[in-house]
């Protein structure tokens, strides 16, 4: 053997280049989405209705999880995604000197979150069942609208603080609920999105925050009747507001303070109710000295007074992106 042939061994085999491992992937995304890669799906589809029989999620139409008239509804519904703040009553403040249209000094002015669409009828369903059903096949209909609604958000906060890089934080899941389905809905949808690029551009998905043991669904703290360890004090749903903050309240770190001094976030979740979870993860972000400039969710729950009435009854709320969305109060 050569000097050269054992210098080679002697630093192991060569690492393939990263464009060659990126290769099948693409050449499989070719042949997915080109019409004889749709043929075969659509017949593979065709004979696992037939042996385990589906419904839409959405109507309970037969042979597919989400129906074509469904899906081209939801479609249009998260085309334009608004401004959803003003809803949300447990939002933190903005970034102080963050410049914000139609606000003026001494007002109160909620964090901007972004919504892809309002968290109702068939969006509403469909996100359940992706969540809680194990409708993980849902995961590539539901990342075109999260990846529409994070390059909004994005353009918007950028607008806003300058063209600065900012990762993508996404509200923590527990272990309870990683057990209970098997997996975090958020993070498939965002490891999809970063597999596919369409992240938006100088953005990466950064888990900084998490819920340290000893907390259950949601950030709910685990306790017995004796004040210790034991039963979950109840999810966040049908929750109010003051309940739903005080549920989550100092349920989230993001390590030692000053640790993210100069790290700019993007805060993403699924759905905005009253904005507590968000509220608590931008809390603990803040403590450990990063800035977030905004949130980005899925779908909002209709705000009372919302407009829902422009050129699109689907899109609810004017389709600029100035803050508001047809409320003229906070909840």
């Known amino acids: 053997m050569s000097p050269g042939g054992r210098h080679r061994r002697a630093l192991g085999p060569r690492r393939p280049h990263r464009g060659r491992m990126d290769m099948p992937n693409r050449q499989l995304d070719r042949l997915l989405y080109s019409p004889a890669g749709q043929g075969i799906a659509a017949a593979v589809s065709g004979l696992a209705a037939g042996l385990a029989p589906v419904s839409c999620v959405a109507c309970g139409a037969p042979d597919h999880s989400l129906c ?41 002015v909620p964090l901007p979150v972004l919504a892809a669409g309002v968290y109702a009828g068939g969006l509403a369903r469909t996100l359940l069942a992706f969540k809680n059903r194990g409708h993980t096949d849902l995961a590539g209909f539901l990342a075109p609208a999260l990846a529409g609604v994070l390059q909004a958000a994005v353009t918007d906060a950028r607008r806003r603080a300058g063209d600065i890089p900012l990762l993508l934080v996404p509200v923590p899941g527990t272990g309870g609920s990683l057990r209970r389905r098997g997996y975090f809905p958020l993070a498939l949808l965002l490891a999809r999105l970063r597999r596919r690029r369409l992240l938006p551009a100088g953005c990466a998905v950064a888990s900084l925050v998490s819920i ?109 992106m100035d803050v508001g969305n047809g409320n003229e109060g906070r909840e």
């Open 212 to 320: 340290p043991a000893g907390y259950g669904p949601a950030g709910t703290r685990l306790r017995s009747r004796g004040g210790g360890p034991a039963g979950a004090s109840g999810p966040q749903k049908g929750l109010g507001r003051n309940a739903r903050r005080r549920n989550v309240r100092n349920t989230m770190t993001a390590g030692r303070s000053g640790g993210l001094t100069g790290v700019n976030c993007l805060v993403v979740d699924d759905v905005l109710t009253t904005g507590a979870t968000i509220a608590e993860t931008v809390r603990a972000l803040r403590r450990a000295g990063a800035r977030v400039e905004g949130a980005a969710v899925l779908a909002a729950t209709p705000a009372p007074a919302r407009n829902t009435s422009p050129a699109d009854p689907t899109v609810p709320g004017p389709r600029s």
């Open 68 to 108: 074509r008239i469904c899906a081209a509804g939801i479609r249009r519904g998260t085309l334009h995604p608004y401004s959803a703040q003003e809803g949300a009553g447990a939002l933190p403040a903005a970034e102080p000197g963050a410049p914000v249209p139609g606000t003026g000094p001494g007002l109160f």
